[in-house]
């Protein structure tokens, strides 16, 4: 795959302004190979040795192929004795509730802050940005003791109520969103009977969709790596989620690295997917998230 | 308060004759935004969200300080009140203190990885071939798994692993061993950290490159300016906000390293960070007074530094209220 390096601007497919490429056209593009061969080197060679038998790992160096390449064994392994189908399901269960949980409590604030008028206002906000300051990494050592005085050390519940809980960034997203829907929508269905919960479910929540798709996407690909509360809260062999169990494999799998490398593979696969299939929805969200 | 203040680009509503609303007998009152339950359905709303972040995050913090000014246990019913001993102590035991260089890597590394996000975003604005295939290969490493991404480069760096082999490939023969001295070992779990987060910056810079106005440049090309002049006088001050937000996340994100050296070296050979310390103090060595200060501390310095930001780069954002 070179690239044509002649200094003719590509048609660009987006809307953007055509500019000729500076001089050093032949280094930008050099710059750029350099810069994938760093991101893809290390996961191409984990991929390789996912597919490689342990003699083959042990005999061949790092960068040799492997002699089959649908030896899928040690994709087997993975998921038999590294518990990766509970993981799965585990990861699944926590992703489905703190993701619609901080889709309703988001949407919710949002609604109540920017469509209602009532003295605390300005407090409420105040408290939600503060708490944007707050880094998770410095609380969980009291926030431990709140779980445990629910008694929920070592559920599934834990992490679900932590990540419904401290998401500030889908409230502000929800926000910025909401102030887009004209309010005389509001009025309308006010004139024809409907409550203050029935305008929100039946007018706001769905016109929310973009930013819904947003939250979502976001929400989930960060709750779906997250390593740092599941670690925490969640000790038993039968609770481990994705980053956990993949945690998991140093001690028994020791030194196999195929099957540590097919375990990370299985991890990776589905975030490569997503990204594929969403690619402008996760830029946009992320920016959105960062730059809050 | 009945009315909402008029903001702009808002429908003013104001109080509507109610003549045409189908109320059945003995519905709502007439006059709806006069009711005394106008007053109270945004706090319906709000009840579930405050109850969370009063619970999950200023009920912590709280108790977080509280603790710090005993020697308790975690578990036991009994706690003594130490007073300032436990932030005497972190800032003069030298194997407490030490962490805090540690942190000095990862920030030297987040100098790297803002330069070189910053130089990709400036390329990748301009057109060129395959520029979306270029933009989803510095960004995917931000979306993996960390847990992966550290058996990826436990393999990168370990002995005859993709390191040696790409150096050996190069004709470079070496047997060092990357993660086997602190310094080494800092340096390469930093680097890991650069992989992992330049696309997060290269992505917002990019982003706040391609919402400058295209006249600009033009205007600027027909005043003779080069390449360096237009990055010097139109890119460089366009940015700096998301810049000035960068740097803050990196200095706030070097204090507060976990995932990485946890998962690659479980903080031995000197890679223990600050949060790797807490972490085994408050849940290995049961020393909660002793980690709740620390955690004061690490969040303390992060407010700090926040704040010297806000004070340098005023933040000219719509409040959100």
Partial sequence: ?292 | MTGRSTKKGRAHGGDRPAGRRRAPAGGPPRSWRHSPLRRITPWLFLAAPLALLITFTYVPVASMISYSFTDWDGVSPDRENVGFDNYVQIFTRPELFRVFFVSGYYLAASVVQIAVALYFAVILSFDLRFRNFFKGILFFPYLINGVAIGFVFLYFFQDGGTLDSVLSWLGVSTDHPWLGDPTSANISLAGVSVWRFTGLNFVLFLGAIQSIPGELYEAAELDGAGKWKQFRHIIAPSIKPVISLSVILAISGSLSVFEIPYIMTGGATGTQTFVIQTIKLAFQFNKTGLASAAAVVLLLIILLITWIQRRLVPDDKVDLV
Avoid at chain 1, 9 to 17: E, S, T, V
Avoid at chain 1, 44 to 73: I, M, Q, R, Y
Avoid at chain 1, 133 to 140: C, D, F, S
Avoid at chain 1, 248 to 264: D, L, Q, V
């Fill in chain 1, 1 to 292: 795959m070179t690239p044509d390096l002649t200094a003719t601007p590509a048609p660009a497919r987006a809307p953007r302004r055509r500019r000729r490429l500076p001089v050093g056209a032949v280094l930008t593009y050099l710059s750029l190979l350099a810069a994938t061969a760093v991101v893809l080197l290390p996961l191409t060679v984990v991929f390789l040795t996912s597919l490689k038998t342990s003699e083959e790992v042990g005999d061949g160096g790092a960068l040799s192929l492997p002699g089959n390449w649908l030896n899928f064994d040690n994709y087997v392994t993975a998921f038999t004795d590294g518990n990766m189908l509970m993981a799965f399901g585990n990861t699944a269960f926590i992703l489905f509730f703190s993701i619609g949980g901080t889709v309703v409590i988001g949407s919710m604030t949002a609604y109540a802050v920017d469509r209602f008028d009532f003295r605390a206002k300005k407090l409420v906000m105040a408290l939600f940005l503060i708490a944007t300051l707050v880094p998770a990494v410095t609380t969980q050592v009291a926030t431990f003791q709140v779980i445990s005085g629910f008694g929920l050390v070592d559920t599934r519940w834990a992490p679900i109520l932590l990540y419904m809980g401290t998401d500030i960034v889908s409230v502000y997203i929800f926000l910025q969103f909401i102030r887009g829907i004209p309010t005389s929508l509001d009025e309308a269905a006010r004139l024809d009977g409907a409550n203050a919960f029935t305008i929100y479910r039946k007018i706001i929540f769905p016109l929310l969709k973009p930013a819904i798709a947003t939250v979502v996407i976001i929400k989930g690909i960060t709750t779906y790596n997250d390593f740092y509360i599941p670690f925490l809260y969640m000790h038993s062999e039968d609770l481990g989620t994705i980053s956990t169990a993949l945690f998991r494999f140093k001690g028994p799998f020791g030194a196999h690295w195929e099957a540590i490398s097919a375990g990370a593979i299985l991890v990776i696969l589905p975030t490569l997917i997503i990204f594929l299939l969403l690619q402008r929805w996760i830029y946009n969200g992320f920016s959105q998230g960062a730059t809050k």
